[in-house]
């Protein structure tokens, strides 16, 4: 029972990879439209007479993330029956079903009566959160921490603080790139590092949105690597902590790399989906490292 627990936790945190990638792919491709504002049907039909391209891009996405809804509860009760001696458990499994429920209805309530830029914007973090709950359930049931010996890390505050600010930083920001999609500004400025067109900054509100982004995510690699520098002096000692941060290092550089080339190629799909991508993992990483704040010394 406990090896299908560890399988079911696997296949729901890659479910929920592909509704991250499914919604981004959805905005990015201009697909919430695809069905109408018919929800759960599809232009009013159980099956939809025509299949555009949009529209099988918006019912595969409902069709992911109904299927994650359905994991997801599963995989929240036979936590709680299988692994209900580990403390953070029941926080997981409510936080997990809790937002991804709330994920569907915002999703839901779009399409039925619209929302402004802002509210839509908000939802690739929510999702984001339900992700991370997710994938964090599944390094419980992996008993990751006790293979890294968690309980003997050390951790001074000046970690601590940085990577508890850190992770809330980069989900303001991770916000803000929501608004760049939705008010789509993703090519308000061409240029790159600057805004392009003859000009060194923003002269309208789409050029501002997208260059605030970029300066606050430009701010994270900076913020990760003094963070990484330090733990390589301080921390050398404890693989998990090492290694973690060298990830943490590679995600955001990569995510750098696509942010720059979402520009440059002018908004490729393939490239945006992995924009959209290394961020989230990005994001359960550093939940993992407050996972571990929480229960070191």
Not at 33 to 40: H, L, V
Request: glycine share 8%.
């Amino acid at each position: 029972m406990y090896k299908n627990l560890k399988i079911l936790a696997v296949i729901t945190t890659l479910m929920m990879v592909f509704v991250q990638i499914g919604g981004a792919l959805v905005t990015k491709t201009g697909s919430a439209d695809g069905c109408g504002q018919s929800w759960p049907l599809c232009h009013g039909q159980l099956i939809p007479s025509s299949w555009p391209i949009e529209t099988i891009i918006e019912l595969a996405h409902r069709g992911v993330s109904g299927l994650a809804i359905i994991l997801v509860g599963v995989l929240g009760f036979l936590a709680l029956k299988l692994i209900p001696h580990k403390k953070e458990t029941r926080f997981l499994v409510v936080l997990s079903i809790g937002f991804i429920l709330i994920q569907a209805l915002i999703g839901a309530g779009a399409v039925v009566w619209g929302q402004n830029d802002f509210i839509l914007a908000a939802h690739f973090g929510i999702s984001l959160i339900s992700f991370a709950s997710v994938f964090l359930l599944m390094l419980l049931v992996f008993e990751v921490d006790q293979k890294f010996e968690a309980q003997s890390l050390v951790i001074a505050p000046y970690l601590r603080y940085h990577t508890i600010f850190l992770t809330i930083y980069i989900y303001l920001v991770v916000y803000s790139g929501a608004l760049v999609r939705h008010t789509n500004s993703s090519l308000a400025c061409l240029g790159w590092p600057h805004c392009g067109q003859g000009q060194l900054w923003a002269s309208n509100f789409y050029q501002w949105v997208q260059m605030s982004h970029r300066v606050l995510a430009g701010i994270i690699v900076v913020w990760i690597l003094i963070i990484l520098i330090h733990v390589l002096r301080n921390y050398s000692q404890y693989r998990i902590l090492k290694y973690g941060w060298i990830i943490a290092f590679v995600l955001v550089l990569l995510q750098a790399l696509t942010g720059m080339l979402s520009v440059l190629t002018l908004v490729n799909i393939f490239v945006a989906l992995l924009h959209a991508l290394f961020i989230t993992l990005l994001f359960g990483l550093l939940c993992y490292f407050i996972l571990l704040l929480y229960r070191t010394k």
